[in-house]
T-cell receptor, first 114, second 112 residues
Framework: QKEVEQNSGPLSVPEGAIASLNCTYS??????FFWYRQYSGKSPELIMF????GDKEDGRFTAQLNKASQYVSLLIRDSQPSDSATYLC??????????????FGTGTKLQVIP | DVKVTQSSRYLVKRTGEKVFLECVQD?????MFWYRQDPGLGLRLIYF???????EKGDIPEGYSVSREKKERFSLILESASTNQTSMYLC???????????FGQGTRLTVV
């Protein structure tokens, strides 16, 4: 089982709709959860992070965390063509050496159709 | 402005060569990371460092080594390049316990 799993997509949504991106993780001891956006040919950039169960909102973005179900999601409201990108879920855990490490999922490609 | 700079954007090397990928950050971050990114496999951690002269293996360290002699610089070394090391290599840095990792622009390495 992969440590962090995402559906590779592509996920296609019409402009103005809500895009829902999902991620599951295997390590129950995971502490912190991140969503990065990566445009084609560019490096990833952080858009959201969440540490506690529940929802966290920032503008059009909402991150949701359910530690019991080991599930984290990203909602994008009023999707715009400029949101078309690959979204990477990342999870921070403690490795066997006692150091924190961040593991990324393979990413979900989002296409917003004008 | 936050900056992580990788020495090369594109690199072509021959099989068996020793390859150095350099990464410099100007944010005084403690943590630095090297990832490779391949289609369908996502970002995979090769090595990371939490302090000068300190290194930890990531998930795929085989065939690689690293060096961190100064806080701002983290080098990835391919001891003897092989074609299966053809990939996009991304360096990142973050504050200790910080939420955000800042990425460099990436180095696309081709081993022929």
């Amino acid at each position: 089982q992969k440590e962090v799993e995402q559906n590779s997509g592509p996920l296609s949504v019409p402009e103005g709709a809500i895009a829902s991106l999902n991620c599951t993780y295997s390590d129950r001891g995971s502490q912190s959860f991140f969503w990065y956006r990566q445009y084609s040919g560019k490096s990833p950039e952080l858009i959201m992070f969440i540490y506690s169960n529940g929802d966290k909102e920032d503008g059009r973005f909402t991150a949701q965390l359910n530690k019991a179900s080991q599930y984290v999601s990203l909602l994008i409201r009023d999707s715009q063509p400029s949101d078309s990108a690959t979204y990477l879920c990342a999870v921070r855990t403690m490795n066997s050496g006692g150091y924190q490490k961040v593991t990324f999922g393979t990413g979900t490609k989002l296409q917003v159709i004008p | 402005d936050v900056k992580v700079t990788q020495s090369s954007r594109y690199l072509v090397k021959r099989t068996g060569e020793k390859v150095f990928l350099e990464c410099v950050q100007d944010m005084d971050h403690e943590n630095m990371f090297w990832y490779r990114q391949d289609p369908g496999l996502g970002l995979r951690l090769i090595y990371f460092s939490y302090d000068v002269k300190m290194k930890e293996k990531g998930d795929i360290p085989e065939g690689y080594s690293v060096s961190r002699e100064k806080k701002e610089r983290f080098s990835l070394i391919l001891e003897s390049a092989s074609t299966n090391q053809t990939s996009m290599y991304l360096c990142a840095s973050s504050l200790q316990g910080g939420a955000e990792a800042f990425f460099g622009q990436g180095t696309r390495l081709t081993v022929v």
